[in-house]
């Protein structure tokens, strides 16, 4: 009976191991998804804040002061969330590069 026991206890604890080492293994495609996420979430960003931006300058020509500051308003908060956007992404691809360099990246 203590063999059994002992047998099974290692057949739990192989497969725990293997589970966690195919985890890691994972881990750095999972920052580098999310960093490719991040980093098209700064470009759709930039891209709305540069919109924004010829709308409130369009607004200003034609006269219309309020619906310029409004327009410059908004382009402002997309620009600070394409910047936020791009920090996470650069801050992600650096811990992809770490992971798979460092942290198990093909079964290591």
């Known amino acids: ?22 985890a890691e293994a994972q881990d750095w495609r999972y920052d580098d998804y999310m960093a490719h996420r991040a980093g098209r979430g700064a470009e759709i960003h930039a891209y709305q804040a ?5 709308a409130a300058d ?3 020509y034609y006269g219309d002061y309020r619906a310029a500051d409004a327009y410059a308003h908004a382009a402002a908060v997309r620009r600070a969330e394409a910047r936020r956007d791009a920090r996470f992404a ?19």
């Open 50 to 54: 540069g919109r924004d931006q010829r």
């Open 58 to 60: 369009t607004a200003a």
């Open 90 to 108: 650069r801050h992600e691809r650096h811990a992809a590069r770490w992971d798979y360099w460092h942290g198990g990246g093909w079964g290591y």
């Open 1 to 22: 009976m203590k063999t059994l026991k002992t047998g099974i206890m290692l057949a739990l604890a192989g497969g725990a191991m293997v589970a966690a080492t195919a």
